[in-house]
C-alpha cells in the first residue's frame, strides 16, 4: 500500500463514528427544536499540583444521574491528555494530515493520563478499560432510568509541552481536560470517540474542587473561590472587597522578589488550597503562573478579571473595562450571563483563543496597537460562554453551532462597541489613505469568497474529525456558518431575527442542541420556513450566485399609478421593465434590484425567491416605473454573499478602488477591483534613475487581474511598461490560472502566454501537483543594460516550455522536485533543447541543527544554444537574473562587487568567474540559523541584532559544469563558508544575504584554497 492510500485509511480508521446509532425509544421522544432529557452530573476534585514535572494528581468523585428512558450497563471517560503522546490515535490522524507535533514530542514533553484506581463509592473496585484517550467502565449492575451511581477515582495527569489547548508557561501551566471527564450520553447514545483534535461536548453539573498549588503561584479558574482568606494575603482581598466598577489592579507579581533566605523561601513556597465552587457548567478549567499581573472590573454585579504578563502591559492594560462592555453588550443581545465572574487569561496558546465556562485563555501573538485584533479575539472567546458555555451543543459533530455562532456573535459585539465600519483598527492611529479601513463581517464574508472559490469546500454540518481538507474546517463552521446568519438576518428582517436568535439560546441553555433543533426553533421563532436556505447553506455546499443578463423597457400606453407600484404622492408609472436574471449557485433568495435612469432617480423592487424557483433559475421579472429605465443592480446594498458581483450590473466595466499599497495587507473591497498603486523607482547605469509607478489589480476571488509598472528613466524620455493580466475560470477549472505578459523594461522586449494548473487531489495533503505550459519571445535590444550582456544573445527568438513540480512534508523533511523542458520554438537563429531537474529538502530531525538539500541536474543540446540556455555553476543563469529587479540591470548592484543570485548550481564560491556549460550536477548543503548564532549555543535566543534582526548559517557546496553529461562527477568544484542574512524586510519578500565561502578548491589561479570571499545576494540561497 502506497505511504499516501495508509495515511488515508489510517485517518478514516481513526474517525470513529460521530454520533452512535440512535437509541429508538429516546429517538422518538424528541421533537426538533425542544429540549428533552439530559444527564446530570456532580464532580467532587481534591488535586495537587507539581511544578516540577507538571504534574496533577487528584481524587475524583463522580455522581452521575440517569435522566435517560434507557437502562445503561457501563459508563465512559475521556481522558484526553493520552492523545498528546507519540503513537496515539490523535498522533497518528495528525500525521495523516501532515502534522507530526505530537508524533515528535520528547518524553519529558509529552502529557499523559494515568488512572490508579476507580471504585464504587464505598463499595469495590471495578475494572477499567481503557483505549487510548476513552476508558469504558462496566457497572456491576445496570443503571436504570432515573437511578444514579456515584464513582470514586485516583488519577495522575501530566500537562504537556505543546501550544494547544492545555500546555505549560514558565512553571506554570493552564490545564483544560486535565480530569477524567465522562462521556455524554444523549438521544444518540454515548459519545465515546478517540480525541482526534476537535473541541468537547460535556453535561451539565456541578464542580467543588480543591486545587493544591505552591504558595509563589496565583490561581484563575472557572467557578468562584470559597475560601478567599485562607488563598489570598490580607492586601489583595482588600482590594478584591473595594467597592467601584472600574478596572483596578489586585495584583502585579511581576515585580516581586521571591526571598532569598531559604527559610523565608520555603514558606513563601509553601502549599496553598484554593476552594472552588461552580455550578450549571459542563467543564472546569484551571491556570496557574508566579509572574502575572492582575486586575479586574464589574458590570451589573458580574467580575471581569484579566491575568498578563508585564511584557504585554500595554495591549492588556484596558481588557478587564474592555471585557465589562462586551459583557453588557452580550447580554442585551443574547440573554443573561448567570455567573458572578468571568476571566481573562494570557497564555502561549497556538489558536487565538481558547474557551473554557468562566475563563477563557488569549494567545500572547496580539501585540499590534493600531489593531483591535485582541479585542476581536476576546469578544469572540467570551461569546463561546454563551455558544458553548452555556448552549452545550455537541461540537465534535456539528462544530458550527458553537463556532459559527459564536463567530456572528463576536462580529454583533464587536459592531456594537465599535461600529459597523472600520471597527478592526484603532482610530488616529494610521492615515485611512494609507490603510484603509476594514470592518469584521466584510472580513468573514471575504474568507469565504476567498476559500469558495478554491474549490474545496465542504458542507458546514461534517463531522469535525472527516474533513478531508482540514483548512475547510475552519472556514466553513467559521466563515461560511456566520456569513450565512448575517444573510438570514437581512432576509428575514433584523429585529425578527435579533429576537428568534435570544429566544434560541433562552430555549436551550444549559441543553444540548443539535442542527436539526437550531434550524426548526429559528423556524418556528420567525414565523415561516426557511429550511431552503438552511439545506443548501449548511447542509450541501450551495451558494448564492445570481446574474444579472439583460434589462427591457417599454413605454406604457397610458400613464398610470403602475399596477401598485408607485407610493401614494409619486409620478405615475410610465415604463414596463422586463429584468432577465439568472441563478446558478443552488440557493435562490429574493433580492433587491435597483432601476436608475441617468438624472439619479432609483426604484427599488424585490424579486421573489419564487421566480428562480419556478423557473428554474432563470427568471424574468417584470414591473413598472416612473422614467425610463437606463440601468439595474442587483442587491446594491450587498446584503446577499453573492460569488461573483461582475455580472450583478447592466454595465460590465468593472468599478474600480484605487487604494495605495501600503506593502502590507489590504482589505479587498467585496463589490470592486481594487487597484493597488506605489511609486516606485531605482537606478541603472545607462538611463540613471528609473521613476515610475506599479500597479496589481484584484478582486476577491481572483477572477481577473492586472498588475504591471509603467515609468520613464531619468536620461532619456523613452517609457518602459512591464505589464501582466492574469485570469483564472471560476466556474470552469478554480485551479487553473492563465497568464499573459508584455514588457519593454531595462534593455528587453518581449512577451509571454502561460497556463498553470494544480493537479491531483483538491485535498492539501500528500502529494501535491503542479504543472505549466507556456510560449514566450524575449528580444535584447539594448546591450548596454543587463548586468551581464555578455551572457546574452542579441536579437530574439521565441521559446516553448513546460514544467511540473511536486512537494510533500513528511515528518521531518519538507520535499520538493522540479523539472523544466525549455526547446526553441520555430527559430532559425537557435536550435536548442534542455532539461532542468532540482529537488529540495528541509530536514529537521536535529531541531538545533536544521539542514536543507538541494542537489540538481541540467542538460541542454543543440546546433546553436544561446548563452542565456546554458547553466551557471556559481548562481542563477541570466533569464532567473533578468526576472529579479535586483539582477537584470547594471547599478542596482554595483557591478564591483561579487554578486550570486541563487539559481542553478549555487557554488557559490565561483560566483566572480561564473563558469558555464551545456552540462550541470551541483549539490548544496545549508544548515540556517533563526537567529544571529546557531541554537546549539548556550544563550543564542538572547542574542539578537535590532531592526534587521540578522541570521546566521553554514553551507557546503559542491558540483560541475561542462561540455557534456559525461565527467559531471569528476574533478568538482567544492566551497563551504558562512554567511548572514536579514529577516524578510518590504512585505516579507525583500531578504539580503552576504555569503562568505572561506575555502573552494580549485583556487583561482595565484590564489590559496583558503580565503574570505564575500558574495552579496537576495533572497535566500536556494
Same mark, same amino acid.
Given at each position: 500500500? =502506497?505511504?499516501?492510500?495508509?495515511?488515508?485509511?489510517?485517518?478514516?480508521?481513526?474517525?470513529?463514528?460521530?454520533?452512535?446509532?440512535?437509541?429508538?425509544?429516546?429517538?422518538?421522544?424528541?421533537?426538533?427544536?425542544?429540549?428533552?432529557?439530559?444527564?446530570?452530573?456532580?464532580?467532587?476534585?481534591?488535586?495537587?499540583?507539581?511544578?516540577?514535572?507538571?504534574?496533577?494528581?487528584?481524587?475524583?468523585?463522580?455522581?452521575?444521574?440517569?435522566?435517560?428512558?434507557?437502562?445503561?450497563?457501563?459508563?465512559?471517560?475521556?481522558?484526553?491528555?493520552?492523545?498528546? *503522546?507519540?503513537?496515539?490515535?490523535?498522533?497518528?490522524?495528525?500525521?495523516?494530515?501532515?502534522?507530526?507535533?505530537?508524533?515528535?514530542?520528547?518524553?519529558?514533553?509529552?502529557?499523559?493520563?494515568?488512572?490508579?484506581?476507580?471504585?464504587?463509592?464505598?463499595?469495590?473496585?471495578?475494572?477499567?478499560?481503557?483505549?487510548?484517550?476513552?476508558?469504558?467502565?462496566?457497572?456491576?449492575?445496570?443503571?436504570?432510568?432515573?437511578?444514579?451511581?456515584?464513582?470514586?477515582?485516583?488519577?495522575?495527569?501530566?500537562?504537556?509541552?505543546?501550544?494547544?489547548?492545555?500546555?505549560?508557561?514558565?512553571?506554570?501551566?493552564?490545564?483544560?481536560?486535565?480530569?477524567?471527564?465522562?462521556?455524554?450520553?444523549?438521544?444518540?447514545?454515548?459519545?465515546?470517540?478517540?480525541?482526534?483534535?476537535? @473541541?468537547?461536548?460535556?453535561?451539565?453539573?456541578?464542580?467543588?474542587?480543591?486545587?493544591?498549588?505552591?504558595?509563589?503561584?496565583?490561581?484563575?479558574?472557572?467557578?468562584?473561590?470559597?475560601?478567599? @482568606? @485562607?488563598?489570598?494575603?490580607?492586601?489583595?482581598?482588600?482590594?478584591?472587597?473595594?467597592?467601584?466598577?472600574?478596572?483596578?489592579?489586585?495584583?502585579?507579581?511581576?515585580?516581586?522578589?521571591?526571598?532569598?533566605?531559604?527559610?523565608?523561601?520555603?514558606?513563601?513556597?509553601?502549599?496553598?488550597?484554593?476552594?472552588?465552587?461552580?455550578?450549571?457548567?459542563?467543564?472546569?478549567?484551571?491556570?496557574?503562573?508566579?509572574?502575572?499581573?492582575?486586575? *479586574?472590573?464589574?458590570?451589573?454585579?458580574?467580575?471581569?478579571?484579566?491575568?498578563?504578563?508585564?511584557?504585554?502591559?500595554?495591549?492588556?492594560?484596558?481588557?478587564?473595562?474592555?471585557?465589562?462592555?462586551?459583557?453588557?453588550?452580550?447580554?442585551?443581545?443574547?440573554?443573561?450571563?448567570?455567573?458572578?465572574?468571568?476571566?481573562?487569561?494570557?497564555?502561549?496558546?497556538?489558536?487565538?483563543?481558547?474557551?473554557?465556562?468562566?475563563?477563557?485563555?488569549? =494567545?500572547?501573538?496580539?501585540?499590534?496597537?493600531?489593531?483591535?485584533?485582541?479585542?476581536?479575539?476576546?469578544?469572540?472567546?467570551?461569546?463561546?460562554?454563551?455558544?458553548?458555555?452555556?448552549?452545550?451543543?455537541?461540537?465534535?459533530?456539528?462544530?458550527?453551532?458553537?463556532?459559527?455562532?459564536?463567530?456572528?456573535?463576536?462580529?454583533?459585539?464587536?459592531?456594537?462597541?465599535?461600529?459597523?465600519?472600520?471597527?478592526?483598527?484603532?482610530?488616529?492611529?494610521?492615515?485611512?489613505?494609507?490603510?484603509?479601513?476594514?470592518?469584521?463581517?466584510?472580513?468573514?464574508?471575504?474568507?469565504?469568497?476567498?476559500?469558495?472559490?478554491?474549490?474545496?469546500?465542504?458542507?458546514?454540518?461534517?463531522?469535525?474529525?472527516?474533513?478531508?481538507?482540514?483548512?475547510?474546517?475552519?472556514?466553513?463552521?467559521?466563515?461560511?456558518?456566520?456569513?450565512?446568519?448575517?444573510?438570514?438576518?437581512?432576509?428575514?428582517?433584523?429585529?425578527?431575527?435579533?429576537?428568534?436568535? *435570544?429566544?434560541?439560546?433562552?430555549?436551550?441553555?444549559?441543553?444540548?442542541?443539535?442542527?436539526?433543533?437550531?434550524?426548526?426553533?429559528?423556524?418556528?421563532?420567525?414565523?415561516?420556513?426557511?429550511?431552503?436556505?438552511?439545506?443548501?447553506?449548511?447542509?450541501?455546499?450551495?451558494?448564492?450566485?445570481?446574474?444579472?443578463?439583460?434589462?427591457?423597457?417599454?413605454?406604457?400606453?397610458?400613464?398610470?399609478?403602475?399596477?401598485?407600484?408607485?407610493?401614494?404622492?409619486?409620478?405615475?408609472? &410610465?415604463?414596463?421593465?422586463?429584468?432577465?436574471?439568472?441563478?446558478?449557485?443552488?440557493?435562490?433568495?429574493?433580492?433587491?434590484?435597483?432601476?436608475?435612469?441617468?438624472?439619479?432617480?432609483?426604484?427599488?423592487?424585490?424579486?421573489?425567491?419564487?421566480?428562480?424557483?419556478?423557473?428554474?433559475?432563470?427568471?424574468?421579472?417584470?414591473?413598472?416605473?416612473?422614467?425610463?429605465?437606463?440601468?439595474?443592480?442587483?442587491?446594491?446594498?450587498?446584503?446577499?454573499?453573492?460569488?461573483?458581483?461582475?455580472?450583478?450590473?447592466?454595465?460590465?466595466?468593472?468599478?474600480?478602488?484605487?487604494?495605495?499599497?501600503?506593502?502590507?495587507?489590504?482589505?479587498?473591497?467585496?463589490?470592486?477591483?481594487?487597484?493597488?498603486?506605489?511609486?516606485?523607482?531605482?537606478?541603472?547605469?545607462?538611463?540613471?534613475?528609473?521613476?515610475?509607478?506599479?500597479?496589481?489589480?484584484?478582486?476577491?476571488?481572483?477572477?481577473?487581474?492586472?498588475?504591471?509598472?509603467?515609468?520613464?528613466?531619468?536620461?532619456?524620455?523613452?517609457?518602459?511598461?512591464?505589464?501582466?493580466?492574469?485570469?483564472?475560470?471560476?466556474?470552469?477549472?478554480?485551479?487553473?490560472?492563465?497568464?499573459?505578459?508584455?514588457?519593454?523594461?531595462?534593455?528587453?522586449?518581449?512577451?509571454?502566454? &502561460?497556463?498553470?494548473?494544480?493537479?491531483? =487531489?483538491?485535498?492539501?495533503?500528500?502529494?501535491?501537483?503542479?504543472?505549466?505550459?507556456?510560449?514566450?519571445?524575449?528580444?535584447?535590444?539594448?546591450?548596454?543594460?543587463?548586468?551581464?550582456?555578455?551572457?546574452?544573445?542579441?536579437?530574439?527568438?521565441?521559446?516553448?516550455?513546460?514544467?511540473?513540480?511536486?512537494?510533500?512534508?513528511?515528518?521531518?523533511?519538507?520535499?520538493?522536485?522540479?523539472?523544466?523542458?525549455?526547446?526553441?520554438?520555430?527559430?532559425?537563429?537557435? =536550435?536548442?533543447?534542455?532539461?532542468?531537474?532540482?529537488?529540495?529538502?528541509?530536514? &529537521?530531525?536535529?531541531?538545533?541543527?536544521?539542514?536543507?538539500?538541494?542537489?540538481?541536474?541540467?542538460?541542454?543540446?543543440?546546433?546553436?544554444?544561446?548563452?542565456?540556455?546554458?547553466?551557471?555553476?556559481?548562481?542563477?543563469?541570466?533569464?532567473?537574473?533578468?526576472?529579479?529587479?535586483?539582477?537584470?540591470?547594471?547599478?542596482?548592484?554595483?557591478?564591483?562587487?561579487?554578486?550570486?543570485?541563487?539559481?542553478?548550481?549555487?557554488?557559490?564560491?565561483?560566483?566572480?568567474?561564473?563558469?558555464?556549460?551545456?552540462?550541470?550536477?551541483?549539490?548544496?548543503?545549508? &544548515?540556517?540559523?533563526?537567529?544571529?548564532?546557531?541554537?546549539?549555543?548556550?544563550?543564542?535566543?538572547?542574542?539578537?541584532?535590532?531592526?534587521?534582526?540578522?541570521?546566521?548559517?553554514?553551507?557546503?557546496?559542491?558540483?560541475?559544469?561542462?561540455?557534456?553529461?559525461?565527467?559531471?562527477?569528476?574533478?568538482?568544484?567544492?566551497?563551504?563558508?558562512?554567511?548572514?542574512?536579514?529577516?524578510?524586510?518590504?512585505?516579507?519578500?525583500?531578504?539580503?544575504?552576504?555569503?562568505?565561502?572561506?575555502?573552494?578548491?580549485?583556487?583561482?589561479?595565484?590564489?590559496?584554497?583558503?580565503?574570505?570571499?564575500?558574495?552579496?545576494?537576495?533572497?535566500?540561497?536556494?
Amino acid at each position: 500500500m =502506497s505511504g499516501s492510500g495508509l495515511a488515508r485509511r489510517t485517518a478514516l480508521a481513526l474517525a470513529v463514528v460521530s454520533i452512535s446509532a440512535p437509541h429508538a425509544a429516546a429517538r422518538a421522544e424528541h421533537s426538533p427544536g425542544v429540549p428533552g432529557w439530559q444527564q446530570r452530573v456532580a464532580y467532587v476534585i481534591s488535586a495537587s499540583y507539581d511544578p516540577a514535572r507538571f504534574e496533577i494528581a487528584g481524587q475524583e468523585t463522580l455522581t452521575y444521574w440517569n435522566e435517560s428512558p434507557d437502562t445503561l450497563g457501563e459508563i465512559y471517560f475521556h481522558l484526553y491528555l493520552n492523545a498528546f *503522546r507519540p503513537g496515539s490515535n490523535r498522533a497518528r490522524f495528525d500525521a495523516a494530515n501532515e502534522d507530526w507535533r505530537i508524533m515528535n514530542l520528547a518524553p519529558k514533553r509529552q502529557g499523559g493520563q494515568w488512572i490508579e484506581r476507580v471504585a464504587i463509592v464505598g463499595g469495590d473496585s471495578l475494572r477499567a478499560l481503557i483505549d487510548d484517550t476513552v476508558m469504558r467502565i462496566p457497572l456491576p449492575r445496570p443503571l436504570a432510568g432515573g437511578d444514579s451511581v456515584a464513582l470514586a477515582l485516583s488519577f495522575r495527569s501530566r500537562i504537556p509541552d505543546l501550544r494547544e489547548r492545555m500546555g505549560r508557561s514558565g512553571r506554570g501551566i493552564f490545564a483544560g481536560y486535565w480530569y477524567p471527564k465522562i462521556c455524554v450520553y444523549d438521544r444518540y447514545g454515548w459519545h465515546h470517540e478517540q480525541h482526534l483534535g476537535s @473541541e468537547f461536548y460535556g453535561d451539565f453539573g456541578s464542580f467543588d474542587v480543591r486545587l493544591t498549588l505552591p504558595g509563589s503561584f496565583l490561581l484563575a479558574h472557572t467557578g468562584t473561590l470559597r475560601n478567599p @482568606e @485562607e488563598a489570598l494575603p490580607d492586601s489583595v482581598l482588600t482590594r478584591l472587597k473595594a467597592p467601584g466598577d472600574s478596572a483596578v489592579t489586585i495584583c502585579d507579581m511581576s515585580r516581586f522578589k521571591a526571598p532569598s533566605d531559604s527559610a523565608a523561601r520555603i514558606a513563601y513556597e509553601a502549599p496553598r488550597t484554593w476552594v472552588i465552587h461552580a455550578d450549571s457548567v459542563h467543564d472546569f478549567a484551571w491556570a496557574c503562573d508566579e509572574r502575572w499581573i492582575w486586575r *479586574r472590573a464589574r458590570t451589573g454585579g458580574v467580575e471581569i478579571h484579566t491575568f498578563h504578563r508585564a511584557q504585554d502591559m500595554r495591549r492588556w492594560w484596558d481588557l478587564a473595562a474592555i471585557g465589562a462592555r462586551m459583557m453588557d453588550a452580550m447580554q442585551e443581545r443574547f440573554g443573561p450571563y448567570p455567573y458572578p465572574r468571568f476571566s481573562i487569561v494570557e497564555e502561549p496558546i497556538g489558536a487565538g483563543g481558547v474557551e473554557f465556562p468562566n475563563i477563557v485563555w488569549i =494567545s500572547q501573538r496580539y501585540k499590534d496597537e493600531h489593531s483591535r485584533r485582541i479585542e476581536e479575539v476576546v469578544a469572540h472567546e467570551m461569546a463561546h460562554n454563551w455558544f458553548y458555555g452555556m448552549v452545550g451543543s455537541n461540537e465534535t459533530a456539528q462544530a458550527f453551532l458553537d463556532e459559527g455562532l459564536t463567530t456572528y456573535a463576536e462580529t454583533a459585539v464587536v459592531e456594537a462597541l465599535y461600529g459597523p465600519r472600520g471597527n478592526t483598527t484603532v482610530p488616529g492611529r494610521r492615515p485611512r489613505w494609507m490603510y484603509p479601513e476594514d470592518d469584521s463581517r466584510t472580513i468573514v464574508r471575504r474568507n469565504y469568497l476567498e476559500f469558495q472559490a478554491r474549490g474545496m469546500e465542504e458542507p458546514i454540518v461534517t463531522h469535525s474529525d472527516r474533513f478531508k481538507n482540514p483548512a475547510a474546517y475552519y472556514r466553513s463552521v467559521y466563515d461560511k456558518a456566520s456569513t450565512g446568519l448575517w444573510t438570514l438576518r437581512a432576509l428575514a428582517g433584523e429585529s425578527r431575527f435579533d429576537r428568534a436568535f *435570544r429566544e434560541y439560546f433562552l430555549t436551550w441553555r444549559f441543553h444540548h442542541p443539535y442542527a436539526e433543533d437550531f434550524f426548526a426553533a429559528m423556524n418556528r421563532a420567525l414565523g415561516r420556513s426557511f429550511d431552503w436556505f438552511f439545506d443548501g447553506w449548511f447542509r450541501r455546499t450551495d451558494a448564492v450566485d445570481l446574474g444579472l443578463r439583460g434589462v427591457r423597457s417599454f413605454p406604457l400606453e397610458t400613464a398610470r399609478a403602475g399596477e401598485g407600484m408607485s407610493s401614494p404622492g409619486e409620478a405615475p408609472d &410610465s415604463f414596463r421593465v422586463e429584468i432577465a436574471l439568472e441563478s446558478r449557485g443552488g440557493i435562490d433568495p429574493p433580492v433587491v434590484v435597483a432601476i436608475r435612469d441617468g438624472a439619479g432617480n432609483e426604484a427599488r423592487r424585490t424579486v421573489p425567491r419564487e421566480a428562480f424557483v419556478n423557473a428554474g433559475g432563470a427568471a424574468v421579472y417584470r414591473t413598472t416605473v416612473p422614467f425610463e429605465p437606463r440601468s439595474a443592480e442587483l442587491d446594491p446594498d450587498l446584503i446577499l454573499p453573492d460569488l461573483s458581483r461582475s455580472d450583478n450590473r447592466t454595465s460590465r466595466w468593472p468599478r474600480v478602488r484605487a487604494m495605495l499599497d501600503n506593502l502590507g495587507p489590504i482589505p479587498l473591497p467585496l463589490d470592486r477591483t481594487a487597484v493597488l498603486w506605489r511609486p516606485d523607482a531605482w537606478y541603472q547605469s545607462k538611463n540613471g534613475v528609473q521613476l515610475g509607478a506599479a500597479f496589481d489589480a484584484a478582486t476577491i476571488r481572483w477572477e481577473r487581474g492586472l498588475k504591471g509598472l509603467l515609468g520613464i528613466g531619468a536620461r532619456r524620455t523613452r517609457g518602459f511598461f512591464d505589464l501582466e493580466g492574469r485570469l483564472r475560470s471560476l466556474r470552469a477549472d478554480p485551479r487553473g490560472v492563465a497568464r499573459v505578459r508584455a514588457y519593454d523594461i531595462d534593455g528587453h522586449q518581449g512577451w509571454a502566454v &502561460s497556463l498553470e494548473k494544480d493537479l491531483g =487531489s483538491r485535498i492539501e495533503r500528500g502529494f501535491r501537483w503542479k504543472a505549466e505550459v507556456g510560449v514566450d519571445q524575449d528580444r535584447l535590444f539594448d546591450a548596454g543594460v543587463p548586468r551581464r550582456p555578455a551572457e546574452w544573445l542579441a536579437g530574439g527568438h521565441s521559446n516553448l516550455g513546460a514544467a511540473i513540480a511536486v512537494s510533500r512534508t513528511y515528518r521531518r523533511v519538507q520535499w520538493s522536485g522540479s523539472a523544466r523542458l525549455r526547446s526553441a520554438l520555430l527559430a532559425d537563429r537557435v =536550435s536548442y533543447g534542455s532539461l532542468y531537474a532540482v529537488t529540495t529538502a528541509t530536514v &529537521s530531525a536535529m531541531p538545533a541543527l536544521p539542514l536543507s538539500l538541494r542537489a540538481v541536474f541540467g542538460r541542454v543540446r543543440g546546433a546553436s544554444i544561446p548563452p542565456e540556455e546554458r547553466f551557471y555553476l556559481a548562481g542563477a543563469g541570466p533569464r532567473r537574473e533578468w526576472g529579479s529587479r535586483w539582477f537584470r540591470s547594471r547599478g542596482t548592484i554595483p557591478t564591483r562587487w561579487t554578486a550570486a543570485l541563487g539559481g542553478d548550481g549555487n557554488v557559490r564560491g565561483f560566483a566572480e568567474e561564473r563558469p558555464s556549460g551545456k552540462a550541470l550536477f551541483a549539490v548544496n548543503v545549508e &544548515s540556517r540559523s533563526a537567529g544571529f548564532l546557531p541554537a546549539w549555543v548556550p544563550g543564542a535566543k538572547r542574542f539578537r541584532i535590532p531592526v534587521l534582526d540578522l541570521r546566521s548559517g553554514l553551507f557546503l557546496d559542491f558540483g560541475k559544469v561542462g561540455a557534456d553529461g559525461n565527467d559531471l562527477l569528476r574533478d568538482m568544484a567544492v566551497d563551504f563558508g558562512a554567511g548572514l542574512r536579514t529577516k524578510p524586510l518590504i512585505r516579507n519578500r525583500l531578504l539580503v544575504r552576504v555569503d562568505v565561502p572561506v575555502f573552494r578548491t580549485p583556487p583561482a589561479p595565484g590564489e590559496k584554497r583558503w580565503k574570505p570571499r564575500a558574495v552579496v545576494s537576495v533572497g535566500e540561497a536556494f
